[in-house]
């Protein structure tokens, strides 16, 4: 007989690529991992687990026992869901984990929402979209919050995962209260900004791809000489009239005092922000709670958000 949590195991393994990280991932040590697997190769009767002086691979065998124990886990996650659909009372924990911008700005709405749920318990985490994606995948979470630039998560998501879209976030100009451009009566010229100190995230961010491709269309900025992770870092310096910067809507949620918003003209580039779950657990009374209060924040947000796109901060 196969061992359930060792099936978990060999799946962990094949997702993180080592001994070491999938040891780093669970909390154990990498010598208890690897007795583990080799118990898991003793009952399944084959060699799993290629290993060698400085790597460990999977076997034909142990890729095809992989396929086999991931249909098993989600079917075991589908019968529970579907057990406990029938409970009355949405109950236990749920493990979300979100972009930074999001985390920050669903946060309120959702702890609003979900403390009527006495018996349900929440614990949001901050990480990048796409480990939180994989975070789900893996159940290490029970749903992420990932901002998707190019269509990519939603495609992603058609088979084992759930893509819930939430809202469309765009991008906004953002500039101090004392720059020309705060005028509301003054319409936003993008050839206008190209020669403006601007402030960037780090070359190869999504949001900072965008607005790279956004200014291209006008002949490009000069090069950006600030980089900064973090976008609340960003609007707190366009605050004290170091620059200006082009930033996701969601990122006024923070609360940043000195700006003046602007929208772009035409079609402005845009994320949209969705959440990620397993197909197997969206029936959980937990889950689909949870859900659908983010939906719930997410009309709130887009409706507190529209107003502030065309006033001072």
């Known amino acids: 007989m196969l061992d359930f949590r060792r099936l978990a195991l060999i799946c962990e393994f094949a997702r993180r690529g080592s001994i070491a990280a999938t040891a780093a991932s669970l909390g154990y040590s990498p010598s208890a991992v690897s007795q583990q697997l080799a118990a898991l190769e003793r009952e399944a009767g084959t060699a799993l687990i290629d290993r060698t002086a400085r790597s460990a691979e999977l076997t034909d065998a142990g890729r095809r026992l992989v396929e086999h124990a991931e249909r098993i886990l989600s079917m075991v996650e589908a019968a529970e869901s579907d057990l406990s659909a029938h409970a009355a009372t949405p109950s236990g924990r749920v493990l979300i984990t979100a972009f930074p911008t999001a985390a920050v700005a669903f946060a309120p709405a959702l702890a609003r929402s979900l403390r009527r749920h006495a018996a349900l318990t929440l614990r949001m985490r901050q990480a990048r979209s796409g480990r939180g994606m994989r975070e789900v995948e893996s159940g290490e979470v029970d749903i992420a919050l990932v901002d998707d630039w190019y269509g990519r998560d939603r495609e992603r998501s058609a088979d084992q995962l759930r893509a819930f879209p939430l809202l469309r976030d765009p991008l906004v100009l953002v500039v101090p209260r004392k720059h020309p451009m705060a005028d509301p009566d003054r319409p936003v010229v993008l050839a206008e900004l190209r020669d403006e100190?601007?402030?960037?995230?780090?070359?190869?961010?999504?949001?900072?791809?965008?607005?790279?491709?956004?200014?291209?269309?006008?002949?490009?900025?000069?090069?950006?000489?600030?980089?900064?992770?973090?976008?609340?870092?960003?609007?707190?310096?366009?605050?004290?009239?170091?620059?200006?910067?082009?930033?996701?809507?969601?990122?006024?949620?923070?609360?940043?005092?000195?700006?003046?918003?602007?929208?772009?003209?035409?079609?402005?580039?845009?994320?949209?922000?969705?959440?990620?779950?397993?197909?197997?657990?969206?029936?959980?009374?937990?889950?689909?709670?949870t859900l659908r209060a983010m939906h719930v924040a997410a009309r709130v947000l887009a409706a507190d958000l529209e107003p502030l796109r065309l006033a001072a901060r």
């Open 197 to 289: 100190p601007w402030m960037a995230t780090p070359d190869g961010e999504p949001s900072r791809l965008a607005v790279d491709r956004m200014l291209a269309d006008v002949g490009g900025a000069l090069p950006v000489p600030w980089e900064f992770e973090g976008l609340g870092t960003i609007l707190g310096l366009v605050a004290k009239g170091i620059g200006i910067a082009a930033v996701p809507a969601l990122a006024l949620a923070s609360g940043v005092r000195g700006i003046v918003v602007r929208e772009f003209p035409g079609d402005p580039p845009g994320r949209e922000v969705l959440a990620i779950a397993r197909a197997s657990s969206v029936n959980r009374p937990s889950v689909s709670v």
